[in-house]
Structure formats: structure tokens, C-alpha cells
């Protein structure tokens, strides 16, 4: 833990917070002395709920650079997780961990709701009475709900008939279907096209939400609750896809961490897959004809990666579907973590940090592209970030290759 690779400062991911702080509490390596400090304590359980101990991981952003840059492969995201729920066990959880940690019923019960659940982003006082009360910043807007969510778009659409390449099951994760149903709506309609027939899979949270605010029995039984189903109600054998990629990841690797290698979370796990994966598939068979010339022809994207989708299995499935673009431009930005980190860009005195770590590398070399120059993010948080810090709209890659294919 003595390499010191986590203090580099202008490449790679890790570590975002070191990396604006310069302070050697806030890299992998002085979390990782601090844990092992406080295990090696006569009472660890203690030493884990300890103030100090929280203040050196608070600006964790969980990004999990650490497990795949470091030459150690910490897990620091998990580590802080674990502290978390010990810190939680000693000192209680706030209740705007409880928030976040609960992100899908609150989605969910925004969009039942909108557009009314939309106007206290508009209203100063209501912004200014959640940060004093609950933490959460005024200074960012906040995400809009949408009343018609993929679910119900799911249920009332005329559905073609069964398609030739078999069925894929769509994980309809908390913002894909509640706040951005339309990526959900255009990877569907793409996988369609492609030959799959559709399924939306699990009405379930994979925990990830929970999981980042150490509230490790919540995102246990979230978790248990999700790969029960996924097991129970989609066929054997057919893929699961996602476009979220912290949920997709989460599913894929960290469920098996929570729920230890059970046969229903073994097999769920081993046919998660990125979207990206069957569409590429799908363009070079010929199942999915991207036309020569559309309104992309000519133009220039630079894409952003998610920081779990880098650390898991790098962003180059995604590249290669941009890269099927006819006359498309495709460039991926060495921008690093873009300081949105979920939750933790929105609570208030993370949010500078938050800022400090997008104008790092993220927001200059988006702000040194012309403005005909496309953006393009993964994450939902990233797309968040981007906006809010250079306001200029990221559009997931999956919203360009169905605009690729109108034509």
C-alpha cells in the first residue's frame, strides 16, 4: 500500500478527490493506512465507527479506479461501504443517506406524480429549506421526473411481433425508467430492429444506490429481491441488458459480493451484458443496417466513460457502436472521474469538491470543442454534471445510433 500510484495527477481515474485536494488522507493509499490503522485498534468495531475515520473517507466518491489502477486492486469504494454500515451501526443513518439510498421508490413516486413533483426544482425557498434541513444542495438543479416513464410506454405500445434473435431482458433501472425513459424507449426500438424481442426485466432495485451509502442490509435484500426475480421470471440462458452502467456493473459483480455465490445470483450475474455488447453484434451480422448518410454524417462526438464501466471492463464496447456511425467522428476524452459520483455531487458540502474535480480535466477539454461538436456519457450522473458545469446537453451513445438510423 506504500506504491503511491493513487497520488498521480494528470492521468487515469484514481483518485478523483486526491487529485483536487493534494492531501495524502484523500488518496487510495492514506484510506487504506487509516483502515488499517483502526482494525489494528483493541476494539476495530470501535475504531470503525470512529468520526476521524469518517471524515478521511468522506470523499471517497466511489468511483472504483482503485480496483483496476491500483497495482493492489483495492477496493476502496467497497472498504468505505463496509465502514459506512459500522459507522451507521454505532451512530445511526442519516436520513439523507436514507433518501439516496431509497432513489428508486423516490423516482418512482416523483414520476407517479409530475409535473408536480417537478416545481419545488423551481422554487428558491423549497431548494433553500432542503439544504439547511436534509443536505442537499441548492446550487444544482435537480433531476425531472417524467410522468410517462418506460413502464408505462411499455405497457400501452403496439409490440412487433416476436422477433428472430430470441428474447433479451431489459434492466429497467431507477432513472432510465423514471427520469430519462426516452434512452430506455430508443434501446429498446434499437434491440427490436435488431431482431430481439424485448422483455423488461425485474421492477427492482439492484442496491447500488444503497450499497454507496453503507446501508449494506438494505442493498442486500434490494439485491436478493431482483436476482430472485430476474432468476424466476426471464428465460434460461437469455441475456440481461442495461445502459446504466452502475447498475449493469453492480448486478454483474458486486450482487455476488452481497449475496455470495448462490446458484440463482451465479447465473444471473454470468448473462448481464452491456447493450452495447448486442448492438455491435448486431451491425456487423447485418441484423441492424445503419444507413451511409444521416444527420451525424460529418459531425465529430467526444465520449465520456463511466467510472465503474472503466474500472469493470473498460469503455470499449461502447467506442465500437459509435464507431459504427457511417461519417461519425468518435473521440474518448481522457477526463477522468466527472465528480458527480451519484449522490455525492448533490449533498451540499461535497458540491465544490464535486465541481473542483469536473473543472480538473472533464469540463476544459469538453469547453476546447467547437459547439458543433457532440458530447456523449454513459452515466446518468455524468450527463447530470456535464450539464450542470459546461451546459452543453451529453447524449447517450445509444441516442445517436438511433438518430443515426432515422437517417
Not at 42 to 57: K, S, T
Not at 95 to 111: E, P, T
Not at 285 to 305: A, C, K, Q, T, Y
Not at 313 to 320: I, K, R, S
Request: proline share 5%.
Amino acid at each position: 500500500m506504500n506504491i503511491g500510484l493513487c497520488r498521480k495527477t494528470t492521468a487515469g481515474v484514481m483518485c478523483p478527490s486526491y487529485q483536487v485536494t493534494l492531501q495524502e488522507e484523500h488518496s487510495t493509499r492514506g484510506r487504506a493506512n487509516a483502515l488499517v490503522k483502526a482494525l489494528s485498534e483493541p476494539d476495530p468495531a470501535a475504531a470503525l465507527g470512529d468520526e476521524r475515520l469518517h471524515e478521511i473517507l468522506d470523499l471517497c466518491l466511489g468511483c472504483k479506479a482503485c480496483k483496476s489502477e491500483c497495482p493492489m486492486s483495492v477496493d476502496m469504494a467497497s472498504l468505505k461501504s463496509e465502514a459506512l454500515h459500522h459507522h451507521h451501526e454505532q451512530h445511526g443513518t442519516p436520513l439523507r443517506s436514507r433518501i439516496f439510498g431509497g432513489i428508486r421508490a423516490l423516482n418512482r413516486l416523483g414520476s407517479a406524480t409530475a409535473p408536480l413533483s417537478n416545481l419545488p426544482d423551481r422554487v428558491r425557498p423549497l431548494r433553500a429549506l432542503m439544504e439547511r434541513t436534509v443536505g442537499i444542495t441548492a446550487a444544482r438543479p435537480m433531476p425531472r421526473f417524467v410522468r410517462d416513464n418506460l413502464v408505462r410506454w411499455n405497457r400501452r405500445r403496439d409490440r412487433p411481433a416476436p422477433g428472430s434473435a430470441g428474447t433479451v431482458n431489459w434492466l429497467a433501472d431507477s432513472f432510465t425508467t423514471y427520469t430519462e425513459p426516452h434512452i430506455g424507449r430508443a434501446a429498446i426500438e434499437l434491440l427490436e430492429r435488431a431482431g430481439w424481442t424485448v422483455e423488461l426485466a425485474g421492477g427492482g432495485c439492484c442496491g447500488r444506490s444503497s450499497l454507496s451509502k453503507g446501508m449494506l442490509d438494505d442493498a442486500r435484500r434490494k439485491a436478493s429481491g431482483l436476482v430472485t426475480s430476474l432468476a424466476r421470471d426471464t428465460a434460461p440462458g437469455s441475456p440481461i441488458v442495461g445502459c446504466e452502467p452502475s447498475c449493469v456493473f453492480t448486478l454483474r459483480d458486486e450482487t455476488l459480493s452481497l449475496l455470495g455465490n448462490t446458484p440463482d445470483a451465479e447465473q444471473v450475474a454470468g448473462r448481464v451484458q452491456q447493450v452495447e455488447e448486442l448492438l455491435v453484434a448486431a451491425i456487423d451480422d447485418g441484423r441492424l443496417v445503419l444507413p451511409e448518410r444521416s444527420g451525424l454524417s460529418g459531425r465529430r462526438v467526444v465520449f465520456h466513460g463511466h467510472c465503474h464501466q472503466k474500472a469493470e471492463v473498460g469503455t470499449a464496447a461502447t467506442l465500437a457502436l459509435l464507431r459504427r456511425i457511417p461519417g461519425l467522428e468518435v473521440s474518448e476524452i481522457d477526463s477522468g472521474c466527472c465528480g458527480m459520483a451519484g449522490s455525492f455531487g448533490f449533498e451540499a458540502e461535497h458540491y465544490e469538491t464535486s465541481m473542483a474535480v469536473g473543472r480538473d480535466r472533464l469540463f476544459p477539454a469538453i469547453e476546447a470543442e467547437p459547439a458543433d461538436t457532440l458530447v456523449a456519457a454513459t452515466g446518468v450522473s455524468c450527463r447530470q454534471q456535464i450539464f450542470h458545469g459546461v451546459g452543453r446537453t451529453a447524449w447517450h451513445p445509444l441516442e445517436l445510433v438511433r438518430t443515426a438510423l432515422e437517417g
